[in-house]
């Protein structure tokens, strides 16, 4: 352990020997952090742009350029080793040159878990490097790994799948501790203003809020191909990916099936304060009927809209569509919500007879920034419902779901959720508080199938019809997460953190948990962890 520290802190000692770069590669991602998120969504809010689509992330550096630096000083995170880099022309263009760029990962926590009444440590640190050449290809990698223990609520989590929420397999390295590793990267090249390509392993999101019920960076990372597309007031995205159902593995990777999707996105800023996205996607296990399917050829078409594919196909692959819709006001509001629709039958819907396949999900919120003109308050609500069975399958290895986690909201289905979050940032110096409500409906018992856990087939439903949202075991979760934050370097997202959490857990059969964790830590973070379900 001692090694393991030593190493990360020669990391971050080495990473002042460089200085800060002012360069503006355009095939460069932006990472998928709330951090990050809040700072350019609320430049954003407040400098609407028909140009920039907020709902598609990570985003691309090149998409940001219309905000100047004291706008947004998350744009020049990049770090230069003058050492490491080489101009050979000079001028507009500044072609024939390149630079190696990198940056320490330390991810250090300590606290305590009052319900278990023991110590709480999560050690972690890793490199993140970087090469751009000529401003319009990049190479970037993130080493981690880390050697963690968790409160009660996480490590039921672990325990039950030997999976590390969003990152991967857990393996055993002490008493009830854990070691992992994690790599994302990516290759990423922009032959001019309109085009991007990238092959990379990493995540996506779609969407305005905290929660998506289209995509979200819940699950881990997944390998894939993505061609991003920006003319005119649109964006248009499609990415082919490559995801692991590891359902009946029971922890051994030789048993991990393989499965597959296309995905396809299209923004639209109808004007700089109004933005339309639809989204659709379809998934198949790379094995079917006993034999060998690998990557279907048919799902290439970069422009298709997959049902009537499936059906041309007579497929019966996974499929569903999502709308996801935002308008911004008053320069420091913004409305947003999704539509996801895994099956919908009008028919079925007027009838009001809760059949099964009415499988949808909804999402409303709202952001204010600058609340009651005191600069830094930013307040923020959001509800999520999702119907049974939504993102479930017939086929299980061909659920809405990579590497035992759902791909869209961390619940599954069946639930009712209301977020609400307050934050105030001066200086380097940030307070914020998360507050959460749900209603899930869950099994009474392990042959039941009240459509939640998506990782069940939809044919072992009980019936037919009266299905609704809730329905199994009400079970009731409430998690507030308090934290006071200091940015030690803003532009490597360098932070100490102090924070509260208070989990209370109860279902109508009697179970209840009180769960209250403290926590501190040193982090530079550049992805998300969620505890909040």
Known sequence: MKDKLRLILILFLFSFAVVFSQNDPQAENIFLNQETQQVIDEWNIKYPSTDFHSSFRPYLLSTLNSYNDSCLPYKHYLIKNFFLSKTLNEGPQKRNQYNFQFTPVVDLQTGYDVLLNKNINELGGGLRAKLNINNDFTIE?????????????????????MLIPGSGMAYKSGNNSYSYSNFIGYASYAPNKIFNFQLGNGKHFIGDGYRSL??????????????????????????????????????????????????????????????????????????????????????????????????????????????????????????????????????????????????????????????????GLTFQAEYNVVRPYTYTHGSVPQNYAHYGQPLAHPFGANFKE??????????????????????????????????????LSYTTRPYEYGHKVGQGVKTTLMQSDLRLTYFLVPKMNLRIELGYIQRSFFD??????????????????????YRDY
């Open 508 to 529: 109508a059969r009697g179970y209840e948990l009180q769960n209250p964790y403290i926590y501190f830590g040193v982090k530079t973070s550049f992805w998300n962890f």
């Open 141 to 161: 990698g993130t080493a981690f790994g880390a050697n963690v223990t968790y409160p009660y609520f996480t490590d039921t989590l672990v325990k039950q799948k």
């Open 418 to 455: 209301y977020l609400g979050f307050l934050s105030y940032r001066k200086g380097r110096f940030m307070i914020s508080a998360q507050g959460l409500y749900s209603e899930i409906g869950i099994d009474s018992t392990s042959a039941s199938n009240v459509g939640q856990n998506i990782f």
């Open 214 to 375: 289209l995509l979200s960076d819940v699950a881990a990372n997944y390998p894939y191909f993505r061609i991003n597309a920006n003319f005119w007031n649109i964006q248009y995205s499609v990415w082919y990916t490559w995801m692991k159902d590891v359902t009946t593995a029971n922890g051994i990777k030789s048993k991990f099936q393989d499965k597959y999707a296309t995905m396809h996105y299209l923004s639209w800023n109808i004007v700089k304060e109004l933005n339309i996205s639809v989204f659709e996607n379809v998934i198949w296990q790379g094995t079917d009927t006993n034999h060998a399917r690998g990557f279907d050829p048919n799902y290439l078409s970069p422009v298709v809209f997959y049902r009537p594919q499936e059906y041309s196909l007579g497929s019966s692959d996974n499929a569903f569509i999502g709308l996801n819709v935002s308008a911004k006001f008053f320069s420091c509001l913004k409305l947003y919500g999704q539509i996801a629709l895994d099956e919908f039958y009008l028919k079925e819907i007027r009838a009001r007879k809760g059949w099964w396949a009415n499988k949808q999900g909804l999402q409303a919120g709202l952001k204010y920034i600058n609340v009651f003109k005191i600069k």
